[in-house]
Nanobody, 125 residues
Framework: VQLQASGGGLVQAGGSLRLSCAAS????????MGWFRQAPGKEREFVAA????????HYADSAKGRFTISRDNAKKTAYLQMNSLKPEDTAVYYC???????????????????WGHGTQVTVSS
């Protein structure tokens, strides 16, 4: 599985961006996609995840109410709609996927087998 992330950019605080992550290969089984981010000098952190079967979504507390993760099965693409962006959302955002991930591991980066290249999100104050 190869992942291609896109959609990052520079936006003012309060603005919106939509990230996309397109997958090649099979999305069968217990497939899930997640978004993680890493700011300079900080560890990578979980942002949101979605399970392909059933479409259940999971968010970090920092993302709840502002970010929405969704998927398009036909396009094998996951989206992260980010609204009300804050300067502290500035980071490189990575999408990740796995075809055998369990619910309790969705927030763990180490549980994902496949990773895309990051896309930079910069929120100016």
């Amino acid at each position: 599985v190869q992942l291609q992330a896109s959609g990052g950019g520079l936006v003012q605080a309060g603005g919106s961006l939509r990230l996309s992550c397109a997958a090649s290969g099979s999305t069968a089984g217990s497939y899930a996609m997640g978004w993680f981010r890493q700011a300079p000098g900080k560890e990578r952190e979980f942002v949101a995840a979605i399970r392909w079967r059933g479409g259940s979504t999971h968010y970090a507390d920092s993302a709840k109410g502002r970010f929405t993760i969704s998927r398009d099965n036909a396009k094998k693409t996951a989206y992260l709609q980010m609204n009300s962006l804050k300067p502290e959302d500035t980071a490189v955002y990575y999408c990740a996927a796995d075809d055998a991930i369990i619910l309790s591991s969705l927030r763990m980066g180490s549980a994902y087998k496949y990773w895309g290249h990051g896309t930079q999100v910069t929120v100016s104050s």
